[in-house]
């Protein structure tokens, strides 16, 4: 059985972001993962902080 890693985790939800989806974090580091992804990829996103964890909404230029 192979372990998913939380980096590789984060890589995936920047790309589902990039593709218009939404993203949840359920930990700050993944959350902290998934930022350094965005930063890297140039990605603007609205961050929603929850007791529960952290939604990540793509920003899109629609109206």
Known sequence: MEVYSDRQLAKDQAARL????????????????????????????????????CWFIPVTDEH
């Open 18 to 53: 990039r593709q218009g989806f939404s993203a949840y974090a359920e930990t700050n580091s993944l959350a902290s993962l998934i930022k350094k992804e965005l930063q890297s990829h140039n990605l603007q996103v609205y961050e929603d902080l929850t007791d529960f964890g």
